[in-house]
């Protein structure tokens, strides 16, 4: 009896079972391909593989899925907080530059406008510039000179060498009415 117990026992793996070690480690996988192993090859091909395949099967054009580690996402915070910390003050910047810009052009006009009046200074000072002046612009004459004026084309349309009167702005009409509202009816 005890040799036909011995020959008649059987093992875990003639009945398809996984040893238990295997079966800890998610060994449902391995039982699947030894059942499979085991069954006919008419059912293996009628019933469709289920198993992923393995990855020398896979065709070479196929790429691996895009996947953000943790990693990779706090850096991506990390570079937008920097960003968008510095977008203001860098925007300030420039704009400040922008207005020192403006500003030296300004200045440079400005300058150059002073050294023009500062040349016009200088030759006002001259006494001798200031009676030349005189002479052809408000038609002075030295004590003991007679004045007097030709009237002709050359003079334009002065006569007697009195200038003409421009009419006055409307901004002054306004004001000689406020000063003096009779002056005003009289005219």
Not at 78 to 92: D, G, I, L, N
Not at 123 to 151: C, M, N
Request: glycine fraction near 6%; proline fraction near 10%.
């Amino acid at each position: 009896m005890s040799q036909r117990s011995s020959s008649t026992r059987r093992t875990p793996s003639r009945l398809g079972l996984v040893p238990p070690t295997r079966a800890a480690e998610g060994g449902r996988r391995e039982r699947e391909q030894q059942v499979e192993a085991e069954r006919p090859e008419a059912v293996e091909e009628a019933r469709p593989r289920t198993l992923p395949r393995p990855a020398a099967a896979r065709p070479a054009t196929q790429r691996p899925k895009f996947r953000l580690t943790r990693r990779a996402t706090i850096l991506a915070l990390a570079v937008c907080a920097v960003v968008v910390t510095v977008a203001y003050p860098f925007q300030e910047y420039l704009s400040q530059r922008s207005q020192l810009a403006a500003v030296d052009r300004q200045n440079a006009t400005l300058s150059k406008k002073v050294t023009q009046l500062q040349g016009q200074i200088a030759l006002w000072s001259d006494p001798g510039y200031v009676a030349i002046q005189a002479r052809s612009q408000l038609h002075y004459v030295k004590p003991g000179e007679e004045g007097f004026t030709v009237a002709g084309p050359a003079n334009g349309s002065e006569q007697l060498g009195l200038p003409t009167p421009e009419p006055s702005p409307w901004y002054d009409k306004l004001w000689g009415s406020v000063k003096d509202p009779s002056a005003t009816a009289t005219r």
